[in-house]
């Protein structure tokens, strides 16, 4: 499988991930979607969701071969963490 190019900065990558997640995905998660991985394209919006990370981004990827793939994990801040302490969308 050929490797896709990033075509954004690292800066309108996160910002066009992060409007699509706020605005179209977030108002639409369940409770039970809490630690979920959302794999977005921030070019069509297109998304997938799964307990596995790796799994979400295959779904979309399989969709969407040409993707610009941005994740988050639903209630928090980030995907991974480093360190003691997990940053959730409330701290």
Not at 66 to 73: K, N
Request: aromatic share 8%; hydrophobic share 30%; with cysteine.
């Amino acid at each position: 499988m050929p490797s896709v190019q990033p075509r954004y900065s690292m800066e309108e990558f996160a910002e066009r991930g992060d409007l699509i997640y706020e605005r179209y995905i977030k108002p639409h998660l369940r409770p039970e979607d809490r630690g979920k991985y959302v794999s977005i394209d921030i070019e069509t919006g297109a998304c997938e969701i799964d307990a596995n990370d790796t799994e979400s981004t295959h779904r979309l990827r399989a969709r969407v071969p040409d993707a610009q793939i941005w994740a988050r994990r639903v209630g928090y801040r980030a995907v991974r963490h480093f360190g003691g302490r997990h940053l959730t969308d409330e701290s």
